[in-house]
Each structure stands twice: as structure tokens, then as C-alpha cells.
């Protein structure tokens, strides 16, 4: 049995999180959650020595409920998981971190599994806080081609007529705005940083997103060891969904075809030199071959012109989504 109860798997979005969530689901003695964008959205920095009152401890784990239970869209009423939440904290004031974690073990619990498994990406810029506070964790660190997850990210408002038609139209507007070179490559650059300066390395697997296509056992032979867990085939059946460049075919499949998609178009080649002269530097250090230029693609003065537009727009439609948008910008584009 493992050692561990809970994996928490990060990355830059669209890095295969999702992928390896589905693939760990699979095993007996592991539960993952739908993405629960605790750290960032409903807990800050500042809130770590904060303690909740009985109503605050009570809407904070109802609104996990309810995130859990419809997504993280979800338009329900959370005060109707009240009732459940109030069964289940018996002190009186908790931390927003405790509460968190009586979350992961009830529903761990709940689903009958020993290990729970979050896969929300962005919990890579919260290593320290989630060591620091929860027991006996281990990270799983999901790498992509920065040119390829500039391409899905580009492409990610179009999930909505790809098979998630679930998503709100807003959430294709949000996605829509949220896509610029500049920032995306920013965040791929800060994503490796964050691991890089994390305190325990030891706690962290690093699973390169082209390797798990192109050697799927071998991948997850690997995780499985670093968990302490029993490896079985079973793990990698799973669907051929969630992609930004083409039609959920819902095919048990791990699709080769992914990797390396941007060199099939989709991108400008002054998406590539802008992606590249910003991560350049880390992509070398991950064996990621840069493309040469041999002139400089002026296209790249328009992109740069209309970053601080789409910057603006972006910041208008992710206010909503984050309890301290400072601690967000420190932690996501200026990490120490």
C-alpha cells in the first residue's frame, strides 16, 4: 500500500493534466477530483494563518461540494450542500487549508479509494503551501513543447464546439481573450521556474507530455513507482477527449498524433520567434529544439502592439475568478 494519500498533479494548462488524472482515476486505490482551482480562486498567501468561523468553515467546504459535483462553471446554489457540510466539520474554526483537506478525505473516502488526486494545473505556483500544510503529498510535474501549448491555448475558446458544448459562452469569450504569445509564453517560462525553486524536490515527477504518448507504460510504470503504487494496464484506458485542435472522438486512445502539432500550422511564425526568444533558455534546458528564423517575421510588431489589449481584456474577464489577483500576478508572471 502507499505511503502516500493525496497526489496533487501541476502543470501549465494544457500540459496533460487532464490526461493523467484519467489515467490515475483508473487505479483502485486512487480518487481525482474535477479541477477544484482552490489555490488562487477560494485560498490566498495571506490566508494561510487565517482561521474561519463556523459559517465560513460551512460555505467554504459547500462550495467545494458543489464545485466537485457541477464543475467549476457550475451556476448551483452551494448553501445546498449546507446541511452535509455542517455533518462533516465538527470544530468550530478551521483554516481554509483543513477544511481543504477534510474535502480531499471525505470524498476519497466517499468513492471508496485511499489516495485522492488533484489536477488542477495552476497548483503548481502553491508547492509550498500545500508541503507545508498537507501530509504525506506527492506532485506529479506535467511538461509540454511551449509551441504546442500555445497552439491549444489559442485554439481552447473553440472547446465549446469540439465536445464540451457544457462550457458557457462566456468561458469561450474568457479563453478567447486570455490567448496572447507574450502572456502564454510567460506563464510556460514561470510554470518550470516555480518547480524549479520548489523547496523538496524530492516530491516531485517530472512526466514530459510527448514521452507518455510515445511510451505510455514505461511513463506510468514510472509514476507508479514514484507513488508506491501497483502499475496496471487498465490505467491507460482512457478516452481521446479534451483537445483544442479537433472533435472529441471519445475513442479509448493515447493519440501520438499531439505532439509536435504546431509544426502542421495553426501558429504565425511570429507566435513561434516570439515564444522562443521567450523561452528559449528553459526550452533548450528541456530538450526542446528551437526553429530558425533566418529574418525577423514582422508580424511581431502586431503582436506586441496589441499585448497590453489583450492584457486589459484578459484582466476583465479573470477578475472574478481569483481571491487576490496580486497574489496571482506575484506567483504566476514574477515568481521568485
Known amino acids: 500500500m502507499s505511503k502516500i494519500d493525496k497526489i496533487f498533479i501541476v502543470g501549465n494548462s494544457r500540459s496533460g493534466t487532464t490526461m493523467m488524472g484519467r489515467i490515475l482515476n483508473n487505479h483502485p486505490e486512487i480518487f481525482t477530483f474535477k479541477e477544484l482551482h482552490f489555490f488562487g480562486r477560494l485560498f490566498s498567501s495571506r490566508d494561510q494563518s487565517k482561521y474561519c468561523n463556523k459559517q465560513e468553515s460551512i460555505r467554504l467546504f459547500s462550495n467545494l461540494i458543489c464545485i466537485q459535483e457541477h464543475g467549476i462553471f457550475h451556476k448551483v446554489d452551494s448553501s445546498l450542500y449546507n ?22 478525505d471525505y470524498n476519497a473516502i ?33 511538461v509540454r513543447d511551449p509551441r504546442d501549448i500555445l497552439l491549444s491555448q489559442k485554439n481552447k475558446w473553440r472547446r465549446r464546439y469540439f465536445g464540451a458544448s457544457s462550457i458557457p459562452f462566456f468561458e469561450t469569450l474568457r479563453a478567447f481573450f486570455n490567448y496572447h504569445p507574450i502572456t502564454i509564453s510567460k506563464l510556460w517560462n514561470s510554470s518550470l521556474l516555480s518547480v524549479l525553486n520548489f ?46 485542435n479537433t472533435t472529441d472522438l471519445r475513442e479509448i486512445k493515447i493519440d501520438k498524433s499531439k505532439i509536435e502539432q504546431w509544426k502542421s500550422g495553426g501558429l504565425t511564425n511570429a507566435e513561434i520567434y516570439l515564444c522562443q526568444k521567450l523561452c528559449g533558455n528553459m526550452m533548450i534546458r528541456n530538450k526542446y529544439k528551437l526553429k530558425k528564423f533566418s529574418y525577423f517575421p514582422l508580424m511581431t510588431l502586431l503582436i506586441m502592439f496589441t499585448f497590453p489589449i489583450k492584457v486589459f481584456m484578459a484582466l476583465i474577464f479573470n477578475l472574478h475568478r481569483f481571491r487576490s489577483f496580486k ?5 504566476r508572471i514574477f515568481p521568485k
Open 83 to 104: 446541511d452535509i457540510s455542517e455533518s462533516i466539520l465538527c470544530k468550530s474554526n478551521y483554516t481554509p487549508i483543513e477544511i481543504y483537506n477534510n474535502f480531499l
Open 110 to 142: 466517499k468513492n471508496k479509494s485511499s489516495i485522492s488526486c488533484e489536477q488542477t494545473p495552476g497548483n503548481l505556483f502553491y508547492l509550498n503551501e500545500i508541503s507545508n500544510n498537507l501530509s504525506n503529498v506527492k506532485f506529479i510535474n506535467m
Open 199 to 244: 523547496s523538496n524536490q524530492s516530491l516531485v515527477h517530472t512526466v514530459y507530455f510527448e514521452d507518455l504518448l510515445i511510451n505510455p507504460e514505461k511513463v506510468i510504470r514510472d509514476v507508479c513507482l514514484f507513488l508506491e503504487i501497483k502499475f496496471s494496464s487498465d490505467m491507460l484506458n482512457v478516452p481521446n477527449i479534451g483537445s483544442s
Open 327 to 331: 497574489d496571482v500576478i506575484i506567483k
